[in-house]
């Protein structure tokens, strides 16, 4: 079965507050997919945050989190990653990670994990 | 930009609905993808470069389009069908772009 697990989510401080989310992949070569991240926020549609190549040469990032979110991957452990620092009250959101398939649509989605960010 | 119309759509179960995306320029490389989204769920591709379906997704579900006008049908609808649909393009500025969704209820 080609599985993505998320984890890693949580009430966070905005204003210096900082995660890191995990996403735990299985059932593929995972080195060989682009991964990413999107978000969304409570009762609104999808936004794309970051992506990373599957050596890790190429990152995106959309603008609203650049300089403040950092992607990476382990393909030893079958893991990507997300550093977020900096929070803000807009950060809050469910964060998925999906991998972005031959035809470069997201065919294979996480179930998500909630980061609020509140003081 | 991706506009997607109309924000909501109301059909009966055995109807055709018919779900627009429009982009704000061309998109050349025929990356347009669509994706279903169910409450409480992740969303679940449906359908990759403009038409082709996703591994197990079926034929009730179809993608049409070129340049900057783009079609998701769904035949034969059934209470199940009743989800948001979002429209995504790969490669422009941003990198990945959704559209604002499309809620379809089936009553």
């Known amino acids: 079965d080609v599985k993505l697990l998320e984890s890693g989510g949580g009430l966070v401080q905005p204003a210096g507050g900082f995660l890191r989310l995990s996403c735990v992949a299985s059932?593929?070569?995972?080195?060989?997919?682009?991964m990413g991240w999107v978000r969304q926020a409570p009762g609104k549609g999808l936004d794309f945050v970051s992506s990373i190549s599957g050596w890790a040469d190429y990152t995106y990032y959309a603008d609203a989190v650049k300089g403040r979110f950092t992607i990476s991957r382990d393909n030893s452990r079958n893991t990507l990653y997300l550093q977020m620092s900096s929070l803000r009250a807009d950060d809050t959101a469910v964060y998925y990670c999906?991998?972005?398939?031959?035809?470069?649509?997201?065919?294979?989605w996480g179930q998500g994990t909630v980061v609020t960010v509140s003081s | 930009v991706l506009t997607q119309s109309p924000g909501t759509l109301s059909l009966s179960p055995g109807e055709r609905a018919t779900l627009s995306c429009r982009a704000s320029q061309t998109i050349a490389n025929n990356y347009l993808a669509w994706y279903q989204q169910k409450p409480g769920q992740a969303p679940r591709l449906l359908i990759s470069a403009v038409s082709s379906r996703a591994t197990g997704i079926p034929d009730k579900f179809s993608g049409s389009g070129s340049g900057t006008d783009f079609t998701l049908t769904i035949s034969r609808l059934e209470p199940e069908d009743s989800a948001v649909y979002y429209c995504q393009h790969y490669g422009g500025s941003p990198l990945y772009t959704f559209g604002q969704g499309t809620k379809l209820e089936i009553k």
């Open positions: 059932g593929f070569t995972f080195n060989n997919y682009v």
């Open positions: 999906a991998r972005r398939g031959e035809t470069y649509g997201l065919d294979i």
